[in-house]
């Protein structure tokens, strides 16, 4: 991002997307937090601008977080049409506007073919892992996360 559009735009956008990755047997993708290892999550990404589609966003993290290319890859993305709105932990809320304490997240699945590549964006994770669906939401550490991959069996029947 130029220095140009940091200053535009010095916080981030209180509204953000959910990408639960799996394969069709339900294996799903797992990345750990570089900022907090230990921290296992599944794709997620603040819209860029206010008017950025989550869709939009959905796509763009997904190829910066993971090296896929939904429009490459014999992909499926699905909008869940589930929001969260949850509470900002207190170590990230320096991000956003002062006097924003909530962001609304925007779910969505991505269905790939097992074996799919998945190239880390280093600043962001450390390693990745394919655990089928009841681990990786054990895994999770943020509660709307675990939620989310509960809930793949129903969105991806």
């Known amino acids: 991002m130029s220095e140009s559009a940091v200053q535009?735009?010095?916080?981030?956008?209180?509204e953000s997307v959910l990408v639960v990755i799996h394969t069709p047997a339900l294996d799903v993708l797992m990345l750990e937090r570089a900022d907090r290892p230990g921290f296992w999550q599944s794709v997620t990404g603040s819209l860029d601008a206010p008017?950025?589609?989550?869709?939009?966003?959905?796509?763009r993290e997904v190829l910066e977080e993971t090296g896929m290319d939904i429009a490459a890859l014999d992909a499926?993305?699905?909008d869940w049409q589930l929001s969260n709105v949850y509470e900002i932990y207190p170590v990230w809320r320096h991000r956003y506007a002062p006097g924003v304490t909530h962001n609304t997240e925007h779910v969505f699945g991505l269905t790939v073919p097992a074996g799919t590549p998945v190239r880390l964006a280093p600043r962001e994770h450390l390693r990745y892992r394919w655990l089928p669906w009841r681990e990786a939401a054990d895994l999770c550490f943020s509660p709307s996360n675990a939620e989310a991959v509960l809930q793949l069996p129903r969105f991806a029947a």
């Open 8 to 14: 535009a735009r010095p916080y981030k956008i209180p």
């Open 51 to 59: 008017d950025e589609a989550p869709a939009e966003t959905a796509r």
């Open 76 to 78: 499926r993305l699905r």
